[in-house]
């Protein structure tokens, strides 16, 4: 017997019709006499009606106390979808009951829309397995130490699975969605994109953090500090398939690298549409002025992620540095209004319409030319980078948004992602 954690995305939960699957399939794994613990997700599209709602209500930019509301509002969605799973695994003949994030209590800090998990109470949910009954707990939602309802960001019911998964010492987490497993790219861009029988934990974090919305970047970090056995897979293969077939499906975040990962050269491409750029031009070029302008950023509470600073002509240089799409119009008044005045800087630029390429593999460590090979590969488009950013196991490009599926599609076949399910080194080179 074991103990597993499933957790439904948004679309596997997408209808009662739906909801009636999952619930034979989790019924199906209880039969089998693991002990099980579901962690849904709202019903599709609930989570952005919701917050449409609250837009609708109060379109001004938001404030903290408005922040408070959101989380109140959205966390809605998956109170019932607990409420309709719960009622399904009973109907299919299995004692269950659901939680929400205050129920169980999973505590998180008081970062409203963006809450961590700070711990996670088992007692409840250990004495509901104890006495065998399924156990259901919302996904995306906590609770802060003064008992406000928090949200844990979008995607966040991965993290809320991971995270229970991690508190329970549960033996493995599988995360059902819509797609059968992590592919080398996210196959609704590349239809050529094929699955991965297994990504290491490292890969898999940058893939997430560079864009790919598969897993939320969070969940990851989660199943890398408490080394919870995660498993990406489909919730579309028929509920009633072989369970130790579908126990082996999908994609395998490994803690190991073995063989095949240590020849992969890269084993992902990932995008990333949410960010945008800002330039200074014309900044005097002394020792400080990185600090002058980005330490004002930080103060705003802005996060910044890539950065160039150009070589300077007659003493002055021009500092870009790309910024959440969300806070861009925040970032250009700052530059404008602070910045500027204080630096002695020409002017200030922004562009809007930008998007972050990158191609992720462990086997870049030790593999020479990766970088050259994605160079080349989008000069042949004639795609112009307009950033470069490395790190040992992933280069990023900046670029010009409307190139980014071409540039996807391009970089997917110069590593030659297209033709193997498990990329090669030979492949690459
Ligand atoms: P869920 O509602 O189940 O949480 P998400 O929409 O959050 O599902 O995540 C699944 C989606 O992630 C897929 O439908 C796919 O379009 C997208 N995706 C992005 N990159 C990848 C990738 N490398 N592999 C698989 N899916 C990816
Ligand atoms: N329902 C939330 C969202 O749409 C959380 C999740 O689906 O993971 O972002
Ligand atoms: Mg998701």
Redesign the pocket.
């Known amino acids: 017997m074991a103990l597993i954690v499933h957790k439904y ?2 679309t596997s939960m997408g209808s009662t019709e739906r909801i009636r699957s999952v619930a034979k399939r989790v019924a199906k794994w209880a039969r089998a006499g693991h002990q099980m613990i579901v962690v849904p ?2 019903m599709s599209g ?3 009606r919701l917050l449409a709602l609250a837009k609708d209500v109060s379109p001004a930019q938001q404030t903290a106390a408005m922040l408070r509301e959101l989380d109140m509002i ?1 966390c809605t ?2 109170q019932v979808s607990v409420g309709l799973l719960s009622l399904a695994l009973q109907a299919e003949g299995m004692q269950a009951v659901s939680y929400t994030g205050w129920q169980v209590p999973v505590r998180t800090d008081s970062a409203y829309t963006k809450a961590r998990i700070q711990s996670i109470d088992d007692a409840r949910v250990r004495a509901d397995l104890a006495a065998g009954r399924v156990v259901v707990i919302t ?2 939602q906590g609770v802060d130490e003064d008992n406000n309802v928090t ?8 993290t ?1 699975a991971v995270a229970v998964a991690a508190a329970l010492k549960a033996d493995e987490c599988l995360i059902y969605t819509d797609v059968d497993g992590v592919y080398t790219t996210d196959p609704r861009i590349v239809p050529e994109a094929k699955r991965l029988h297994s990504i290491s934990f490292e890969e898999m974090l940058e893939m997430a953090s560079l864009g790919s919305k598969v897993l ?1 970047i969070r969940s990851v970090e989660f199943a890398g500090k408490y080394r919870v056995p995660l498993r990406v897979l489909s919730s579309f293969t028929p509920w009633d398939i072989d369970i130790t077939e579908e126990a082996a499906s999908g994609t395998l975040i490994t803690f190991e690298e073995d063989e095949k990962m240590e020849q992969a050269v890269v084993s992902g491409i990932a995008f990333n549409r949410d960010e945008a750029k800002v330039t200074v031009l014309g900044v005097p070029d002394k020792p400080g002025i990185a600090y002058s302008i980005l330490g004002q950023v930080a103060e705003a509470n802005i996060d910044v992620d890539v950065i160039i600073q150009n070589v300077s002509h007659d003493g002055k240089t021009d500092f870009s540095f790309t910024v959440h799409r969300n806070d861009y119009q925040r970032t250009l008044d700052l530059l404008k209004t602070k910045v500027l005045p204080a630096t002695g800087a020409a002017e200030v630029l922004g562009d809007a319409k930008i998007c972050k390429v990158s191609i992720v593999g462990i086997g870049m460590r030790s593999h020479a030319g990766v970088a050259s090979t994605m160079f080349r590969a989008l000069s042949e488009e004639g795609i112009n980078i307009q950033m470069i950013t490395t790190s040992e196991i992933k280069t990023s490009v900046v670029i010009d948004e409307k190139y980014m599926e071409l540039a996807v599609r391009a970089l997917h076949k110069a590593f030659d992602l297209d033709a193997s399910i498990e990329p090669t080194a030979e492949s690459a080179d």
């Open positions: 995305g948004g997700s709202a609930e989570t952005n959205a969605g998956e996904g995306f949200t844990l960001g979008r995607g966040g019911s991965d809320s939320q």
